[in-house]
């Protein structure tokens, strides 16, 4: 018995050990799919500005705040009389002017915080009051897995550590930088036998030592299948080589080839614009919004539009006023997006109301938690209140 769990541990990588040990009272061989919905979590790491992101471009507050920095209306991409897009984002606006792009203003949460790391956590943990551990999507996994076994690839994230979003009393989540790296997540041929073949002979039927090896197997199968499915698959869709660009292309590969995964997991930085931000902001942009229309186009390809919804977040916005160094610094609330042929398209609140800012900042009108509850309860099929250990009421943001 401590044999087997012992090479385990020490041989496996981290992901599988971890699998194993959350299988550990459960059968995950043969476990069939929930739903057939997919999340893509789009992660903008470092405070993105959303005021030059979807610009209020007929307020006058807002280039009273911003004369150096405030994208000029004639540059405006509309979206309506009042609000616009940031002239980079022509392929986002593209989408929306087919009504598949939702995008939420003013979305926070209350006593707002200005640190990187705890602001992201409050947003990946889904508690402002660290009352709740593990991550949101985490632990929708884990009331999952109360009701009935779950894939192992169920939840994929593409980062180099496991994010807090991810994490779960149970529920194992893998991750790899890439899919280029998925092959050292259990080596070679080779390197892929001699894990099976650690596991030893099955142990009695019923045990603690035989459920960790039917856990450990049916990770690598699972990851075994997943690898040539992946290699099989050939793109028709021409992606840009940036961060976006190459974050897309391979969440498409993963959507088009692993057909028991729920939600993918992907985030891009260089969003902590405090100096010269206009025109690293516009390129960040244009190429996330290149890279998600190329995405969207490509599951329209493959049958997947209606299947699949990016939601997009950063842990905070950026301060009303430009700083002088001709950027901003952190601030509150910013927008949310939920890109996909299933949401409501459109704008959703209020504009943001630049006369009456809240210590320099945008006041948040929504909180994030209910945009979790709406995709909880609406996309994902959860409990938004088990998850999110309160009542949230959904927004209306998803067709029926």
Known sequence: MGGGMIAVGLVAPRWLSSIAKADVLRQAAGAKPTGDTVLVVCQWSGGNDGLNTVVPYASKAYYKLRPMIGIPEAKVLKISDEMGL??????????????????????????PNRSHFKSMEIWQSASPESKLRYGWIGRHFDEQLSHHP????????????LPLALTGVSA??????????????????????????????????????RAVQNAS????????????????????????????????????QLIATSPATRVVYFQAGGFDTHARQVETHQRLLQQFGNAVNTFQ????????????????????????????SLGTDHGAAAPMFLIGSSVKGGLHGPIP????????????????????????????????????????????????
């Not at 940031?86 to 203003?105: C, R, Y």
């Not at 299947?307 to 430009?322: D, H, I, P, W, Y």
């Open 297 to 324: 186009k490509e599951m329209e390809a493959i049958g997947k539009a209606d299947k699949v919804v990016t939601l997009v977040f950063s842990e905070f916005g950026r301060r009303a006023q430009e700083n002088a």
């Open 86 to 111: 940031n002239p980079g984002l022509t392929g986002l606006e593209d989408l929306f002017h087919q009504g598949k792009v939702a995008i939420i203003q003013n979305v926070g949460y209350p006593e």
């Open 150 to 161: 779950l894939n192992p690839v169920v939840a994929l994230g593409l980062s180099t550590e």
């Open 217 to 252: 197997k049916s990770a690598l199968d699972a990851v075994s299948v997943l690898q040539k499915q992946i290699a099989g698959y050939k793109s028709q869709s021409t992606y840009a080589n940036d961060a976006f660009g190459s974050g897309f292309k391979q969440i498409a």
């Open 172 to 209: 194992s989540i893998p991750c790899f930088a890439s899919l280029a790296d998925l092959r050292n997540m259990i080596g070679d041929a080779d390197s892929e036998r001699m894990l099976r073949e650690i596991q030893g002979t099955d142990a009695a039927s019923g045990s603690a030592t």
């Open 353 to 400: 109301d630049l006369d009456n800012l809240r210590e320099g900042d945008v006041a948040h009108t929504q909180d994030f938690r209910e945009v979790y509850a709406s995709t909880l309860d609406r996309w994902m099929g959860g409990d938004p209140q088990a998850v999110l250990g309160g009542s949230f009421t959904p927004i209306d943001v998803f067709k029926a």
